[in-house]
């Protein structure tokens, strides 16, 4: 069975950086892609972005231009670079498993962004 382990998130202030990091373990199947996904209170989970095992990446209109997200194929691990972060990207951010088997989740890290 897979895991997910997130790290990083936090409460920062407008206009901060910070960065998250996910890494997968356990019995890792073929997997197309690994991603970020964020809910804010009283909001569906939305898109953030995606990295694909070729390093093909998509990122919500939303975020482009302030978030970067990067793998490390070697560790199964990703990481979700921040920047000029803004109140309205307060959520719960989870990371997820993209395969054709479906989507792993991870148990979710709060980013509070304060104004």
């Known amino acids: 069975q897979v895991r997910l382990v997130e790290s990083g998130g936090g409460l920062v202030q407008a206009g901060s950086s910070l960065s998250l990091a996910c890494e997968a373990f356990?019995?890792?199947?073929?997997?197309?892609?690994l991603g970020w996904y964020r809910r804010a209170p009283g909001k569906q989970r939305d898109l953030v972005a995606t990295i694909t095992t070729e390093n093909m990446s998509n990122y919500a209109a939303s975020v482009k231009g302030r978030f970067a997200i990067s793998r490390d194929g070697a560790k199964n691990k990703a990481t979700l670079q921040m920047n000029s972060l803004k109140p309205e990207d307060t959520a719960v951010y989870y990371c997820?498993?993209?395969?054709?088997?479906?989507?792993?989740w991870g148990q979710g890290t709060q980013v509070t962004v304060s104004s």
């Open positions: 997820a498993l993209l395969s054709s088997l479906g989507t792993v």
């Open positions: 356990g019995n890792i199947p073929d997997f197309n892609a």
